[in-house]
């Protein structure tokens, strides 16, 4: 599920080596590839033409062959199954210019809406429906990156999906991964089992961690997202670390493992582009890749769900803008005081009170809803709506009413829009019309405005961040009654004690 690293890293090495033809042909037939078809949005090039890359981790819980039905349980009474739903979901952000890089984890249990798809492989299909995020795989890799793109406005442009024993095979084929746990746990679901400290684990054992759920934080998804940034930020380091991959026949095993686990898109389906994508991700030193989780609230309908939370729309944003949440030193960045003295001298009229009705006077499906979803994210009101302009348009105009041009302004600044663009109007209200100058993206083209600089103090709040580089990090034991052990509730590390005979998971 969180391999990514090992994956780009290994191949990256064999592409060094020079390795053969025929090795590379046996390495491609490996992969399984997949088509987009555009679901994800495309990303946007900075000033130097240079452009971020977004793609979304994604590990499954499919029990789709025996292999997979012994690790993940549950088929005992279903048998081998057809469908599966994505239980890790990690946007991946290396940056334009490839000096830092974002992993934000959205919670499996999120609720949202999910666009109409269709899963040309199994013919699977839907007409859209407010479900758990995680259940789009259902209908193919590609309605779940649009899924996640629809929710938080980042276009993603590449995918990576692993199933349980993927985990296993390339866990094996790294030689294990050092973790520490607070505690002694003892989690009955994922049948992990650890003494306090610190372990190596690989194979089961390392399923084991990244699945358990009930055994870290407050026994629920969030706990397992921030264990999971600690197994993965392990496993960058090491793979940084000097001497790993220095052993040409672990290299063979870890590249022929990796190609045979993965699912990818078409635009990393040959192991040449997936070195490419070792490459850029080998450029971020571990200081500058900061690891979050998207903020919740309570599903209102739902305690057992949640919704996006204050402070989420934030972190999107800042993806979405390719803004770095680390400093050049790996220290948090300045940007939020940039933010707050560009205030001080900018109209003092805040996003949030500002609605716009965005107007396609393009004759191009969609225009004004991709520009109103961009402004919304950039914390526009939600009262921002969309319509038809009356006529079509040739140049892209802001109309506002009296007294409102600082808000105009505001909403000028966000989208790259010039003076020249604004239009002050007899009714009330901020009208833009998108017109036939402006057929795409989300920053008018050729403007000269740059994003606000993000508030990395809003987009880290309750987001659990930390960087690659913080070694000594524990995953906490949950100290809650979150597991039962011969239907007695008890906390992970009470069942660690009752279970004496039980081996450990690294035994």
């Given at each position: ?13 064999l592409?060094?080596a ?7 042909q046996?390495?491609n037939g ?10 994800g949005g ?8 240079r452009t ?10 499919g029990r ?21 739903n ?5 946007v991946?952000?290396i ?12 919670p499996?249990d ?18 859209g ?6 259940s789009?795989l ?14 938080t406005?980042i276009p993603i442009?590449?995918?990576?999906k692993?199933?349980?024993?993927g ?8 030689g ?13 679901y ?10 190596t ?12 759920r009930?055994?870290?934080g ?13 197994f ?9 670390s ?9 290299v063979?095993?870890l ?7 993965l ?11 997936l ?9 971020v030193?571990?200081k500058?890749?900061t690891f979050?989780t998207m903020q ?6 739902d305690s ?19 803004q770095?949440?680390t400093?050049?030193s ?6 939020a005081s ?6 001080a001298?900018a109209?003092?009229v805040?996003?949030?009170r ?10 191009i499906t ?5 520009v109103a ?6 914390g526009f009101?939600s ?15 802001l ?8 808000e105009?302004?505001?909403?000028a600044k ?10 002050q109007g007899t009714g009330t ?20 405005s740059?994003?606000a600089?993000?508030?990395?103090k ?12 913080q ?7 949950s100290?809650?009654k979150t ?20 081996p450990?998971?690294d035994?």
């Amino acid at each position: 599920m969180l391999k990514i690293a090992a994956i780009c890293l290994a191949l990256g090495v064999l592409g060094t080596a020079g390795v053969g033809y025929w090795f590379y042909q046996h390495l491609n037939g490996n992969i399984e590839s997949v088509s987009l078809d555009g679901k994800g949005g495309q990303e946007k090039a900075d000033a130097f033409g240079r452009t971020p890359i977004n793609l979304l981790v994604m590990g499954s819980d499919g029990r789709t062959n025996k292999t997979d039905c012994k690790l993940g349980g549950g088929c005992s009474k279903t048998g081998v199954q057809t469908g599966s739903n994505a239980d890790v979901q990690m946007v991946v952000h290396i940056s334009a210019d490839r000096s830092n890089a974002t992993v934000m984890s959205i919670p499996r249990d999120t609720m949202t809406q999910v666009p109409a798809c269709k899963d040309r492989a199994s013919g699977q299909s839907t007409s859209g429906y407010y479900g758990q995020i995680n259940s789009a795989l259902q209908y193919g890799p590609a309605c779940q990156v649009a899924t996640v793109h629809r929710l938080t406005g980042i276009p993603i442009d590449h995918f990576v999906k692993l199933d349980f024993s993927g985990v296993v095979r390339m866990s094996d084929a790294v030689g294990g991964v050092s973790v520490c746990v607070s505690d002694n746990v003892y989690d009955t679901y994922s049948h992990l089992k650890l003494s306090k400290g610190s372990h190596t684990l690989k194979g089961v054992a390392a399923l084991e961690f990244v699945r358990s759920r009930h055994g870290f934080g407050d026994g629920s998804d969030l706990g397992r997202t921030v264990s999971q940034h600690i197994f993965l930020s392990a496993m960058i380091r090491k793979f940084k670390s000097a001497g790993t991959l220095t052993d040409p026949g672990a290299v063979y095993d870890l590249a022929d493992a990796a190609t045979k686990a993965l699912t990818v898109d078409d635009g990393l389906g040959t192991v040449k582009k997936l070195i490419s994508l070792a490459a850029d991700l080998n450029k971020v030193p571990t200081k500058r890749m900061t690891f979050t989780t998207m903020q919740t609230g309570t599903d209102p309908s739902d305690s057992n769900r949640v919704v996006v939370g204050a402070g989420a729309k934030a972190l999107f944003a800042t993806i979405a803008d390719d803004q770095s949440l680390t400093t050049g030193s790996g220290k948090k960045s300045t940007a939020a005081s940039a933010t707050a003295e560009a205030t001080a001298t900018a109209p003092a009229v805040p996003a949030s009170r500002i609605a716009v009705t965005v107007e396609n006077g393009t004759g191009i499906t969609g225009r004004a809803s991709a520009v109103a979803t961009a402004l919304t994210y950039k914390g526009f009101s939600s009262g921002t709506t969309t319509a038809n302009a009356p006529s079509p348009a040739a140049t892209t105009t802001l109309t506002y009413g009296s007294g409102q041009k600082a808000e105009a302004q505001t909403a000028a600044k966000a989208l790259g829009l010039s003076a020249s663009h604004l239009r002050q109007g007899t009714g009330t209200g901020l009208t833009l019309v998108v017109g036939s100058d402006w057929p795409s993206g989300t920053t008018f083209p050729g403007g000269t405005s740059s994003p606000a600089p993000a508030n990395t103090k809003a987009a880290v709040s309750n987001a659990h961040a930390q960087t690659a580089d913080q070694a000594k990090t524990c995953a906490k034991v949950s100290p809650y009654k979150t597991v039962s052990l011969n239907g007695v509730p008890m906390t992970p590390a009470q069942a660690y004690a009752a279970a004496r005979s039980k081996p450990d998971s690294d035994d």
